[in-house]
């Protein structure tokens, strides 16, 4: 996630009349989920909880200013607070996510037009798991980082093989998805640059500003919504 971060809401911008009708017929639709399913940044909530939120905060910021490689960037805040499992559960008990307004009727609309839909982030699935099962989401669909911990449940490290622990990531899920499933079309939806660059192999990116506004995202968003309504409307229609 680059570029600045800006609280007042920049205007919406409407998808072209090509980019709306293939909204309506998407086959597969992958979210991101800080700052777009969810309001907050789930590794700043875990650190905060574990009483290290300032110092993983900054490493935060210089990872969306794309000044550190983003798997260096996951590995040093991780090392900040080295979470452990009980860390997370109680964090899960204590401060749960809390879903961005309109997401889950819009996931709701999606599965009743038969959409695939995919979690697909830099956060952790310890985390993102009981977000899904809210969501109506299968656990196989979460492409997400993965924490591992010792047989006492103290923290061991992150899988690097996941594809969303590394820059690419995200763009890496699509591809592979589009490849074992033959959707056509892919959307991607998310609030930072690194949703964006999972267009192509994403068919057409909508930038989310409803949480935090990315001027790069406005930008060269095929559509940029504040609303989760926005997208919502058109599949009524």
Not at 73 to 96: G, M, T, W, Y
Not at 97 to 119: A, M, N, W
Not at 162 to 171: D, L, V
Not at 207 to 227: K, P, Q, S
Request: glycine share 8%.
């Amino acid at each position: 996630r680059t570029s600045t971060t800006r609280t007042l809401a920049a205007a919406a911008r409407p998808p072209a009349e090509p980019v709306l009708d293939m909204w309506k017929r998407a086959q597969a639709v992958c979210f991101d989920v800080d700052s777009t399913v969810v309001t907050e940044e789930g590794i700043d909530v875990l650190a905060d909880h574990c009483g290290a939120g300032e110092a993983v905060a900054e490493w935060t910021r210089r990872a969306m200013g794309g000044s550190v490689p983003f798997h260096e960037a996951l590995s040093a805040r991780l090392e900040l607070f080295k979470p452990s499992l009980d860390d997370i559960a109680a964090c899960n008990e204590k401060h749960p996510l809390v879903l961005t307004p309109g997401v889950q009727e819009l996931i709701d609309t999606l599965h009743s037009r038969d959409v695939h839909v995919y979690l697909v982030s830099g956060g952790f699935r310890q985390m993102i798991n009981p977000l899904a099962d809210i969501l109506g989401i299968s656990r196989e669909r979460i492409f997400a980082n993965n924490l591992l911990f010792n047989a006492d449940g103290s923290f061991a490290g992150f899988d690097a093989d996941e594809p969303t622990s590394r820059a690419g990531g995200k763009a890496k899920v699509v591809h592979n998805l589009k490849t074992t499933h033959g959707y056509d079309p892919v959307f991607m939806i998310g609030d930072g640059a690194t949703d964006m660059e999972a267009r192509p192999p994403a068919d057409a990116f909508i930038g989310f500003g409803g949480i935090a506004v990315r001027d790069v995202v406005r930008d060269g968003a095929d559509w940029f919504c504040l609303d989760m309504q926005d997208m919502i409307a058109p599949l009524k229609n």
